[in-house]
């Protein structure tokens, strides 16, 4: 009792809390007491009990979300236990990249908008009208300008306000240190081929965004795969794949994963950037989820912590204002002049309209309010189709519990059974994501990735969907 009585009481608390998580008295998923409750049995200040939430989400254990308080973090381990098994593979296996891809394409490109199979955000989703009415408004002021090149790093009203969106979350960057990309799988690109060449490997964390693979292949380099474990990074595996002289980068979100929707700690975040750093390395960060972490809390980048420059920040608007737009940017550090050089001598600028509308909206209170708007609508969505998923499929599925963002990983009991159900559902019409395409190996057979990026109007459908997927599970199984 001494030895509690000298602790400061929001960590009394918070070890409460930890303690009940690990014994899993309190479930992965499961909201924690309000603040006031808390208060009220600790005889507490609600500030004290806020400081012992703080700590929890700092030790990435719980999130605070918005309008429903905290609840217990993604998954805890064991969550997926093939990624317990998963063996990480140091090879260079670049076995179905090709088909992988093929794959993809076949049904993305002819499914329709509200396919579960793609992240394209719905435009009901996407602040449409508010863009063109800032389109408009411009036509008068900036008619000429908005037809014309723009500088080759990008529009200097962009370039600041991104800088100004980054500082909110504790990523402080200047202007001049950012180059517009059309897109963040372009950034991506011109961070690969400023760092590496045809032939080298690359790490990448999987289950991953099949357009890793499909770079990789068009460019030549070779993947080298890290199995994420337990829903957290193996950093063991990763320092010693990385310090090897044949790995000339490393690739990965650590903020709302594509496809787990996982988040890593402070301390994961902390610990890479540190890894850049000691082996003078590039860590190729894409943060494009960053901005749609469920949490109230400031999520960091891993570019925001030290990492002297061997972090190269990637994002763009594809998945929070305008896909079509193809507005991203590359925060290139040590590479950055070489990043623009390569940039300005092939593509030169980026279409001037569409940084001019987004510099506007980006400067507005409209962006703020539209992003904790979005984020509310993908947090009722997660857990809705969650909830059914886990309800209608047959026993043994896991599902993941995202930190944010667009997509569910489902993990079905079968070795195959995400392929196969992949493969059925085609056939009556539903299109998901295979998990196979998540990886160079022939892994993840027996996972899916759902998408949660359809129209509002549409959810009934969508439902009916998900409980179509569960029969033709339950079915094969
Ligand atoms: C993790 C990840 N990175 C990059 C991209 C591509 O982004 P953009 O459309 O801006 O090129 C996507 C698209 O789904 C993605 O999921």
New binding site residues.
């Given amino acids: 009792m001494d030895a509690v009585k000298k602790q400061p009481s929001y960590l009394v608390i918070a070890n409460v809390i930890k303690d009940k998580i690990a014994k899993k008295e309190i479930k992965p998923g499961q909201k924690l007491p309000s603040l006031r409750t808390v208060a009220k049995n600790y005889s507490v200040s609600l500030n004290t009990v806020k400081s012992a939430y703080e700590h929890l989400v700092s030790l990435g254990l719980i999130i605070g979300v918005e309008r429903s308080g905290y609840i217990v973090d993604a998954m805890q381990p064991p969550f997926f236990a093939w990624f317990e098994k998963a063996s990480i593979s140091q090879k260079n296996d670049r076995i179905s990249a090709e088909k992988a891809w093929a794959w993809y394409r076949s049904y993305v490109y002819e499914a329709e908008q509200d396919t579960l199979a793609?992240?394209?955000p719905h435009p009901s989703l996407m602040p449409n009208k508010a863009l063109a009415n800032i389109h408009s408004g411009l036509l008068k002021s900036y008619g000429e300008k908005m037809s014309t090149y723009s500088h080759p790093s990008g529009l200097k009203g962009l370039r600041e306000a991104i800088s100004n969106h980054l500082a909110t979350r504790h990523f402080y960057c200047n202007a001049e240190n950012i180059q517009i990309t059309?897109?963040?799988?372009?950034?991506?690109e011109l961070a690969l081929l400023s760092v590496a060449k045809a032939g080298d490997e690359i790490i990448v964390l999987t289950p991953c965004?099949p357009?890793?693979i499909a770079v990789f292949n068009n460019l030549g380099f070779k993947p080298v795969e890290i199995p994420l474990i337990s829903q957290k990074i193996n950093l063991e595996a990763f320092e010693k794949t990385f310090k090897k002289t044949e790995v000339k980068a490393a690739i990965l979100?650590s903020v709302v994963?594509?496809p787990t929707g996982l988040s890593f700690s402070e301390e994961e975040k902390k610990a890479i950037a540190k890894l850049a750093a000691k082996y003078e390395k590039p860590v190729i960060e894409?943060d494009?989820?960053g901005d749609l972490h469920f949490s109230e809390a400031t999520v960091k980048p891993i570019a925001s912590y030290p990492n002297d420059d061997y972090v190269i920040y990637?994002s763009?608007?594809?998945?929070t204002l305008a896909?079509g737009e193809?507005i991203?940017w590359c925060i290139g550090g040590m590479w950055h002049k070489k990043i623009a050089d390569r940039f300005a001598s092939s593509l030169f600028t980026v279409n001037s309209r569409s940084q001019y509308i987004l510099a506007h909206y980006l400067s507005s209170s409209a962006w703020p309010r539209h992003l904790r708007k979005l984020r509310a609508v993908l947090f009722k969505r997660s857990n809705l189709i969650r909830k059914l998923i886990l309800e209608y499929f047959p026993q043994g599925t896991q599902v993941c519990l995202p930190s944010g963002g667009y997509v569910l990983w489902i993990e079905l009991p079968e070795s195959n059974g995400g392929s196969k159900l992949w493969k059925e559902a085609m056939k009556h019409g539903i299109y998901v994501l295979p998990g196979l395409t998540c990886s160079a190996t022939p892994s993840y057979k027996n996972a899916i990735r759902v998408s949660l990026s359809y129209d509002e109007s549409k959810e009934a459908h969508i439902k009916t969907h998900i409980k179509k997927l569960a029969h033709l599970a339950t079915q094969s199984n």
């Fill in positions: 793609v992240i394209w059309y897109g963040c799988m372009h950034a991506i965004f357009g890793y979100s994963h594509n894409d494009i989820f990637c763009s608007f594809s998945k896909p193809r991203g």
